[in-house]
């Protein structure tokens, strides 16, 4: 069983998951609702709202998600059956980040677009400066989403406990994906908000996954 076979596998499994659902539906609905409830939202853009949600609700759904998968199969030895076959360990965990990773992207997509539309619909148009600002906020949210999800399958793997996975994951994903977002604010000028999302993909995000792969090949399931 190769990659892209297991791949797939997991896709299909996350996409039809009600979890997935709920956050394809959940983040452009709460944004339409907050712009219900506070349409002038004294002067902040929906867009940046909207980016700020993604970051904070697309992170700790992914990285619970990944942490209670992982734990709920690990407790199943789900992956006793795999073992037997010529498939790699990391395989199994690499397919599901980035099948996590991909169904929370389209999240990310729905909200962003629910957000330029009531900012286009509020303002008959988009400010070229909030929109740039706003791709900025959105890269910075997918780059903690990105985290939370490698977060998610280290935490998958050393807790034993669906509880302590799911509050592992509530507190790793969601808090650090929103304050990944509020950093770059408190760094230099010279760190732009890309070049610090681009060192959350290339360094932290790959560090966790090997940590994590590391722990999963010497661990007895």
């Not at 992982?70 to 965990?93: E, G, K, Q, T």
């Not at 900025?136 to 509880?163: E, F, K, N, P």
């Not at 000028?189 to 010497?218: D, K, Q, S």
């Amino acid at each position: 069983m190769n990659f892209n076979i297991l791949l797939l596998d997991e896709l299909r499994g996350f996409y039809k998951s009600k979890g997935m659902l709920a956050l394809w539906i959940g983040l452009p609905v709460m944004t339409i609702i907050l712009h219900a409830l506070q349409p002038n939202a004294e002067g902040v853009p929906f867009l940046l709202i909207a980016g700020l949600l993604v970051a904070s609700m697309g992170g700790a759904i992914s990285c619970v998600t990944l942490s209670t998968s992982i734990c709920s199969d690990m407790n199943s030895h789900v992956y006793d059956l795999f073992l037997i076959r010529p498939v790699r360990r990391s395989s199994l965990l690499l397919t599901k980040f980035f099948a996590v990773l991909a169904c929370v992207l389209i999240a990310a997509a729905f909200a962003f677009l629910a957000g330029y539309m009531l900012d286009y619909w509020a303002l008959d148009t988009v400010p070229a400066i909030v929109f740039e600002d706003t791709l900025d906020s959105l890269l910075l949210g997918i780059a903690g989403i990105s985290l939370a999800c490698s977060l998610g399958i280290l935490v998958g793997i050393i807790v034993r406990s669906l509880t302590l996975a799911a509050i592992g994951g509530i507190y790793a994903g969601g808090q650090l994906s929103a304050i990944i977002t509020l950093i770059p604010m408190l760094l230099p000028e010279w760190i732009t908000p890309e070049m610090f999302a681009l060192l959350i993909f290339a360094i932290a995000v790959p560090v966790v996954l090997i940590i994590a792969v590391i722990i999963f090949e010497r661990r007895q399931l």
